[in-house]
């Protein structure tokens, strides 16, 4: 079960997976990255719609500002108020104060600061505060408003109006006032209600943190004081911009704020429009709910496809090649994967191995041919040596040990000899046989090496041979050799002179050719050595099998000689027209110093 569990996770179908689960990557980075877009214009659209709402409030508190504006000046204006009859009056203060539910009070003052009459009852004496906007009304001649709010003796926050009541000599006689109640205002006049998203709420602070205005529910926070003072603290800084926090009731929150001009209290006002993170950032979270279910349902599908189809698509051509690989490994060379030829990438890898397999199979049965062949060579020089010791013991022995011994007894001859009448002719037989025997040697010692080799260099070497050796068996010689200018590394030379000369002995030995042309020259950084003769010629494939076989030593000998030295040969020849024999080595020179390997032996 463990052996099942870790290839079902460690092969190469797991990372098949993986490589589908890495595909699916890019558009997974793209739907976050789509999803963080949203919420950013979201974020933006928040803040552009706290800077709608707050014109909206800075509208309406112009319009409520203006109304009242209006209805002090017609106050003021009317034969009731100027009279300064106090029934008068508040007649006409009640017929006004039940027609406009915004106004927590409506009367008049008088100029002393006492109350000529009121739609409620006045508390006296009026506060400092409260008396602000009937000083500025006083000072100014003109419309007035309060500094604060001011909260009513039932709980109501109000803001106080006042506009003086001039007599026919114009001097201002009293002054009349409204007191707007902001709760009322807040519930049923303000249009921001109307304008917020669902779960989010609107609050308008002075500058001490009083709640001026608050949608939903301003009844019960309109004066009192706004719960996120932390909020406070941090916009004190900066005029406007979007805050994240925690709410007092322990939600996590965004806040867009800015600050206001406002004629109802003094300094500006700061305005909040906030909204749950969840709820604002609904639309985008449910986006990026389904863009992610879609992606795992279709990345689902493709894991269920890579799993099926990689066993018929990629599976069976992996096992195939790790079977056949293993089958090679264990020395079976026919191991072939058996696969259809395909064009794609794995068709050419299969085709690939099977080539390979087919390469190293060939290799090995070329590599036993060439042990095979290495085998009978090394036979055949081992025979080729006895041979060749045995025909030099045979020469000494019976060559030049009879002329030597002729030589011995004419010496003793002439030592028992009293009389000197012979002694003329036994020294002239027996100079003339140290000759024979050294003119046998010096033949011998050529055939081994030609001391000119070394001393003269191969060009000179090539040419003595091919004159020597056409002289001896009768035959046109033809010799074309470049001057190389300087001398070969002594191993090239030897190779060289060593492969023209076994295919000079094969002219004379096997070619019945009556002419022979040995050519040496440089080409392409190499030097190139052809023997033609115009003699019978052989069957090329049938004489390399006999070479393979050992009937043939000097096709071999000549083919690992060329081989030794970096270079090759190469064998032309048919019946009755001839053969050449073209071989080529590196040409490499001497390096001043060196001596060659048969001089070293030699001394």
């Given at each position: 079960?463990?052996?099942?569990?870790?290839?079902?996770f460690?092969?190469?179908?797991?990372?098949?997976?993986?490589?589908?689960?890495?595909?699916?990557?890019p558009?997974?980075?793209l739907?976050?990255?789509?999803?963080?877009?949203?919420?950013?214009?979201q974020?933006a659209?928040?803040?552009?719609?706290?800077?709608?709402l707050?014109?909206?409030?800075?509208?309406?508190?112009?319009?409520?500002?203006?109304?009242?504006?209006?209805?002090?000046?017609?106050?003021?204006?009317s034969?009731?108020?100027?009279?300064?009859?106090?029934r008068?009056c508040?007649?006409m203060?009640d017929?006004?104060?039940?027609?406009?539910?915004?106004?927590a009070?409506?009367?008049?003052?008088r100029?002393?600061?006492?109350?000529?009459?009121?739609?409620?009852?006045?508390?006296?004496?009026?506060?400092?505060?409260?008396?602000?906007?009937?000083?500025?009304?006083?000072?100014?001649?003109?419309?007035?408003?309060?500094d604060?709010?001011?909260?009513?003796?039932?709980?109501?926050?109000?803001?106080?109006?006042g506009c003086?009541?001039?007599?026919?000599?114009?001097?201002?006689q009293?002054?009349?006032f409204?007191?707007?109640?902001?709760?009322?205002?807040?519930?049923?006049?303000?249009?921001?209600?109307?304008?917020?998203?669902?779960?989010?709420?609107?609050?308008?602070?002075d500058?001490t943190?009083?709640?001026?205005?608050?949608?939903?529910?301003?009844?019960?926070?309109?004066?009192?004081?706004f719960?996120?003072?932390?909020?406070?603290?941090?916009?004190?800084?900066?005029?406007?911009?979007?805050?994240?926090?925690?709410?007092a009731?322990?939600?996590?929150?965004?806040?867009?704020?800015?600050?206001?001009?406002?004629q109802l209290?003094?300094?500006?006002?700061?305005?909040?429009?906030?909204?749950?993170?969840h709820?604002?950032?609904?639309?985008?979270d449910?986006?990026?709910?389904?863009?992610?279910?879609?992606?795992?349902?279709?990345a689902?599908?493709?894991?269920?496809?890579?799993?099926?189809?990689?066993?018929?698509?990629?599976?069976?051509?992996v096992?195939?090649?790790?079977?056949?690989s293993?089958?090679?490994?264990?020395?079976?060379?026919?191991?072939?994967?058996?696969?259809p030829?395909?064009?794609?990438?794995?068709?050419?890898?299969?085709?690939?191995?099977?080539?390979m397999?087919?390469?190293?199979e060939?290799?090995?049965?070329?590599?036993?041919?060439?042990?095979?062949?290495?085998?009978v060579?090394?036979r055949?020089?081992?025979?080729?040596?006895?041979?060749?010791?045995?025909?030099?013991?045979?020469?000494l022995?019976?060559?030049?040990?009879?002329?030597l011994?002729?030589a011995?007894?004419?010496?003793?001859?002439?030592?028992?000899?009293?009389s000197?009448?012979?002694?003329?002719a036994r020294?002239?037989?027996?100079?003339?046989?140290?000759?024979?025997?050294?003119?046998q040697?010096?033949?011998?010692?050529?055939?081994?090496?030609?001391?000119?080799?070394?001393?003269?260099?191969?060009?000179?070497?090539?040419?003595?041979?091919?004159?020597?050796?056409?002289e001896?068996a009768?035959?046109?010689?033809?010799?074309?050799?470049?001057?190389?200018?300087?001398?070969?590394?002594?191993?090239?030379?030897?190779?060289?002179?060593?492969?023209?000369?076994?295919?000079?002995?094969?002219?004379?030995?096997?070619a019945?050719?009556?002419?022979?042309?040995?050519?040496?020259?440089?080409?392409?950084?190499?030097?190139k050595?052809?023997?033609?003769?115009?003699?019978?010629?052989?069957?090329?494939?049938?004489?390399?099998?006999?070479?393979?076989?050992?009937?043939?030593?000097?096709?071999?000998s000549?083919?690992?000689?060329?081989?030794?030295s970096?270079?090759g040969?190469?064998?032309?020849?048919s019946?009755?027209?001839?053969?050449?024999?073209?071989?080529?080595?590196?040409?490499?020179?001497?390096?001043?110093?060196?001596?060659?390997?048969?001089?070293?032996?030699?001394?």
């Amino acid at each position: 079960m463990r052996e099942l569990i870790r290839q079902l996770f460690s092969g190469l179908r797991l990372r098949l997976l993986l490589l589908v689960l890495l595909a699916c990557a890019p558009l997974m980075a793209l739907m976050l990255y789509s999803a963080w877009e949203d919420r950013r214009r979201q974020e933006a659209d928040w803040k552009q719609l706290s800077q709608e709402l707050i014109s909206l409030a800075h509208r309406e508190e112009e319009k409520v500002v203006g109304q009242t504006r209006q209805l002090l000046f017609a106050m003021a204006e009317s034969s009731q108020i100027r009279s300064g009859n106090k029934r008068d009056c508040k007649k006409m203060l009640d017929g006004i104060f039940t027609t406009y539910s915004r106004y927590a009070n409506l009367g008049v003052i008088r100029t002393n600061e006492t109350i000529l009459v009121s739609a409620l009852p006045w508390p006296e004496p009026v506060l400092p505060a409260e008396r602000r906007f009937f000083r500025r009304a006083l000072e100014s001649r003109g419309f007035s408003i309060g500094d604060v709010p001011t909260e009513t003796a039932g709980g109501r926050l109000t803001v106080n109006f006042g506009c003086p009541v001039f007599d026919a000599t114009g001097q201002v006689q009293s002054v009349v006032f409204a007191a707007l109640d902001l709760g009322w205002f807040n519930r049923f006049e303000s249009e921001l209600a109307a304008q917020l998203p669902k779960g989010a709420s609107w609050t308008a602070i002075d500058r001490t943190g009083g709640v001026l205005a608050r949608h939903p529910g301003g009844e019960k926070w309109v004066g009192q004081t706004f719960p996120e003072q932390e909020l406070v603290k941090q916009v004190s800084a900066d005029p406007s911009g979007v805050i994240e926090a925690t709410a007092a009731d322990g939600i996590h929150s965004f806040y867009a704020y800015a600050s206001m001009p406002s004629q109802l209290v003094a300094g500006k006002v700061v305005a909040f429009l906030g909204i749950p993170r969840h709820l604002l950032f609904a639309e985008a979270d449910r986006k990026l709910r389904r863009n992610l279910a879609g992606l795992g349902l279709a990345a689902g599908l493709a894991f269920i496809f890579a799993w099926v189809g990689s066993s018929v698509l990629v599976l069976r051509e992996v096992r195939a090649l790790v079977s056949s690989s293993a089958r090679l490994a264990s020395g079976d060379l026919s191991a072939r994967t058996g696969l259809p030829p395909r064009g794609d990438e794995f068709g050419q890898l299969t085709r690939s191995f099977d080539q390979m397999a087919q390469a190293v199979e060939q290799r090995e049965l070329e590599t036993r041919r060439a042990r095979d062949k290495m085998q009978v060579l090394s036979r055949r020089l081992v025979e080729a040596q006895e041979t060749e010791r045995r025909r030099i013991a045979l020469e000494l022995h019976d060559e030049i040990g009879q002329s030597l011994t002729v030589a011995e007894l004419n010496l003793q001859a002439l030592l028992r000899s009293p009389s000197s009448s012979g002694q003329p002719a036994r020294l002239k037989e027996s100079l003339q046989v140290i000759e024979r025997v050294l003119e046998q040697v010096r033949n011998l010692a050529l055939n081994l090496r030609p001391s000119m080799l070394d001393d003269l260099g191969l060009e000179s070497a090539l040419i003595w041979l091919v004159k020597r050796q056409g002289e001896l068996a009768g035959l046109w010689t033809e010799i074309h050799v470049d001057p190389l200018g300087r001398r070969l590394d002594p191993s090239i030379e030897t190779e060289c002179f060593r492969v023209a000369q076994e295919a000079l002995t094969n002219v004379i030995r096997h070619a019945k050719a009556r002419s022979v042309m040995l050519e040496l020259r440089q080409d392409h950084g190499r030097l190139k050595l052809c023997v033609r003769d115009d003699g019978i010629g052989f069957d090329t494939a049938a004489i390399r099998g006999q070479a393979v076989r050992g009937a043939s030593l000097g096709l071999l000998s000549m083919e690992e000689r060329a081989a030794l030295s970096g270079g090759g040969v190469e064998f032309i020849s048919s019946i009755g027209r001839g053969t050449e024999v073209h071989a080529w080595f590196p040409l490499k020179w001497r390096t001043p110093g060196v001596e060659s390997k048969d001089m070293k032996e030699l001394k």
